[in-house]
Every structure is written in structure tokens, then in C-alpha cells.
């Protein structure tokens, strides 16, 4: 009898240990799913309640693309060696959107985000996007403290959304626009608000976040602004507009800030996010162009003086030198944008070097200012209706956008 009790304990003690080490032992909850799969580096885990296993590989490899978009855009590699993404793919089946991103820092001391999906055929993609990147960004600060053993600052949840924004290409010049439009109508902060860890301006307009973002993500000297945003989480220092003015342009006074800002939107007029397309914010800045100021005009009003009202004073060498830099301009304006665009611009420069030219005549400068302004009607009556133009050929291509 004593030894086959004794037999009984050893094996029980046997199978107990051998559960122990192959496998932890787990939560009911966590019972009801089945094996996980993993990216091949190990660092995302996908789950799934057992009716739904056949969504494990689809939702592994959209969390995998969505970690290259950001990979390429940061430069930074998202492989943390004391964390883990995790995606829990629920059974529900009611058409449920919702996304949830939860974070667990486990008795190792290890970082786990984990995104749940209670149905993940009706999921909201650009949510699950966003957690990803999010739970990305948050591994990626733990680990650098976790190898600093520092204790993680925060970073402005309007700069992570900026960035996650500023991943969709297609939307960075729309982004652009609506941000110079607020910015040359004074509706922007001064920088202090600006970049503050609560920025109003950032939060309650995206396409600030976004623009305010971009200039983060422009590589100089080798070295990446963001990566030091995230650096000084890491280590636990707190963010500042001082620290992103320091960052961004070398500076921590705030009033020189500002007037870098300033230049920076000046910039932003001249800048091709998107080769081959003209968006209504375009058509509406070059009209800008158009204007203007000669000194010996006297007084001007509003913002100059129109082609219409200098052929009066073709004859004035000031207006002829003005008029020259003025095409110049103008045909860098073009450069990047669709035929359309070019078209018209190319006009406009005519006009503007035959009213530089010495002997001219007011007829023939008329003639041509016509001629501009007629492609220009049409071009400004598709940027009214929202239009967004691109493509090759005429230029007639175009899809619905947004100033």
C-alpha cells in the first residue's frame, strides 16, 4: 500500500511540474482562446476565441503592416525586448466596431499592450490602427526606460495622433492647407499654447496635429526629431513647449520660437507633399501670387495691386522689375503640381515677363491676361466644388477633398 501511494504522489508531483514548465498556468478567461500565433520576431501575439482562429492570420498581418508604415515613417524599429502586443480576437458576431487598448505592466516587469476585438469582422479599421500604433509608440518608450532603469514620461497624445495621421500620404497636403488657412487667419496659438501637452489648437483640429507633426518626423543632421521626443520620455523628462522648441529649432526661447513657426508656415506654401495634385488650398494661395506692391504706388490697399490694375503702368520700370521676380515665382510655383495647375501658371508667367519686357503694348498684355484668367475661372471652379486634381493628361482627373 505505501508504495503505491507513494508511486500515485511522485506521479501527480510529476505531471504538476511538467505543467509548470511547459506552459503557465492560465485564467479560465484566457482558457477560451486558442493557440496563439506570432509575428516572426515574437513581439505581436494574436488570439482568438475558437470560432474565430481563422481570423488570427489576416489580423496578424494588417498589425504587421501597419508596425512597417510606422517603421518607415520613424525610422525607429518596433522589436521591444520586455513587451509584448497582444490582440485578443473575440465571438461576437453583432456587428460590434469597438476597439479597446488596455495596458498590463506584468510581475517581470515587461510592458503588455493588448487590443481587443469583440467582433473583429465588423472592427473599425482606422481605430485598430490607431491602438496599434499607440500600443507601438508606448512599447517602444518602456523599453528604452526599461534598459535606463528610468520611469517613463508622457509624450502629448495630440503629437501620437499627429503622427498616426501623418502616415496616410494622401491626406498631408489637405492637412497643410486647412493648417495655413487657420495660421494666416491668426487662428493659431502662440507657440507656448501651440505645444503645450494639452494643445487645444492640436487637438480639436487633426490636420494641425498632423502638420505640427511632419516637422518632428524631418530628419536633420542624421537625426531624427522624434526619436528624441521619445528618447526623453524615455528618460523621464517631462514635455515642454520649451523642450520642443529646443528639439525642433534648437531654441528654448519661446518668443524666438514663434517666429521660426512663422517661417516654417511660409515653407509650407512651397512644399510638394503630394507630386501631380492640386487641392483647393493650392488654387487659393497661388491667387495671392498675383499681387503686387510697388513702392511708388503710394499707398496700397488690401493685398496690392491686381495684373488688371498694373497695366496701367506699363510703362513703369519698378512695376517691369517687380513683374519679372513675380514670374519667376510663379513658375515655382507650378513645379510639382498637375498639368492643369502648370497650364494656367504657365499663363501668368507669359503675361507677367511680356510686361517686363521694354516696348510693350497694352493690347497685347490684356490679351494674355485674359487668356490667364480664363484657366484660372475654371480651375477655381473646381477647387469651390472641393475638387482635388491630379492624375496625367489634361489634368481632369480628380477626387473629392477638402480646403
Given amino acids: 500500500m505505501k ?24 485564467s479560465p478567461r484566457e482558457r477560451l482562446y486558442s493557440a496563439p500565433v506570432y509575428s516572426r520576431d515574437g513581439v505581436v501575439r494574436i488570439k482568438a476565441r475558437t470560432s474565430q482562429m481563422a481570423l488570427r492570420a489576416p489580423v496578424l498581418i494588417f498589425v504587421d503592416r501597419v508596425r512597417d508604415e510606422l517603421k518607415q515613417a520613424t525610422r525607429l524599429s518596433f522589436v521591444p525586448e520586455n513587451g509584448v502586443l497582444e490582440v485578443l480576437i473575440g465571438d461576437q458576431q453583432d456587428g460590434d466596431t469597438d476597439v479597446r487598448l488596455t495596458r498590463m505592466i506584468d510581475v517581470h516587469g515587461g510592458d503588455r499592450e493588448t487590443i481587443f476585438l469583440p467582433d ?6 482606422h481605430e485598430l490602427r490607431r491602438c496599434v500604433c499607440v ?4 512599447l517602444w518608450v518602456f523599453d528604452a526606460a526599461f534598459a535606463a532603469g528610468t520611469k517613463p514620461a508622457e509624450i502629448p497624445m495630440w503629437l501620437v495622433n ?18 495655413l488657412l487657420l495660421w494666416s487667419r491668426a487662428c493659431l496659438p502662440p507657440a507656448n499654447d501651440l505645444f503645450a501637452m494639452e494643445s487645444t489648437a492640436a487637438t480639436r483640429e487633426p490636420a494641425v496635429a498632423s502638420l505640427l507633426a511632419s516637422w518632428f ?26 523642450s520642443a522648441a529646443k528639439i525642433l ?38 491667387r495671392d501670387k498675383l499681387f503686387l506692391f510697388p513702392g511708388t504706388f503710394g499707398m496700397t490697399q488690401g493685398r496690392g495691386y491686381s495684373p488688371h490694375q498694373l497695366i496701367a503702368r506699363f510703362e513703369d520700370s519698378e512695376v517691369k522689375a517687380l513683374a519679372l521676380r513675380q514670374a519667376d515665382l ?27 519686357k521694354k516696348k510693350v503694348k497694352p493690347g497685347e498684355l490684356a490679351r494674355l491676361l485674359m487668356a490667364a484668367e480664363d484657366l484660372r475661372a475654371v480651375l477655381e471652379t473646381r477647387a469651390e466644388n472641393g475638387e482635388i486634381i491630379g492624375g496625367t493628361g489634361s489634368g481632369l482627373e480628380s477626387r473629392p477633398g477638402h480646403d
Fill in 217 to 242: 518626423m524631418e530628419r536633420r543632421n542624421n537625426l531624427l526629431p522624434f526619436e528624441l521626443v521619445l528618447r526623453n520620455a524615455a528618460k523621464g523628462n517631462p514635455w515642454t513647449p520649451q
Fill in 330 to 356: 510663379i513658375r515655382v510655383t507650378a513645379l510639382g503640381r498637375d498639368l492643369s495647375f502648370m497650364e494656367m501658371a504657365g499663363a501668368y508667367e507669359t503675361f507677367f515677363r511680356a510686361f517686363a
Fill in 120 to 125: 473583429a469582422n465588423s472592427s473599425d479599421l
Fill in 249 to 286: 529649432e534648437g531654441t528654448d526661447d519661446l518668443f524666438e520660437f514663434d517666429r521660426r513657426i512663422d517661417r516654417r508656415m511660409l515653407a509650407e506654401k512651397r512644399v510638394v507633399k503630394l507630386p501631380g495634385v492640386t487641392t483647393p488650398g493650392i488654387v487659393r494661395r497661388f
Fill in 135 to 138: 500600443a507601438l509608440l508606448r
Fill in 162 to 179: 499627429g503622427v498616426i495621421r501623418y502616415l496616410d500620404r494622401s491626406g498631408r497636403q489637405s492637412d497643410a492647407d486647412r493648417t
Fill in 3 to 26: 508504495k503505491s501511494a507513494s508511486a500515485i504522489f511522485l506521479s501527480c508531483l510529476s505531471l504538476v511540474c511538467s505543467v509548470c514548465v511547459g506552459e503557465p498556468l492560465r
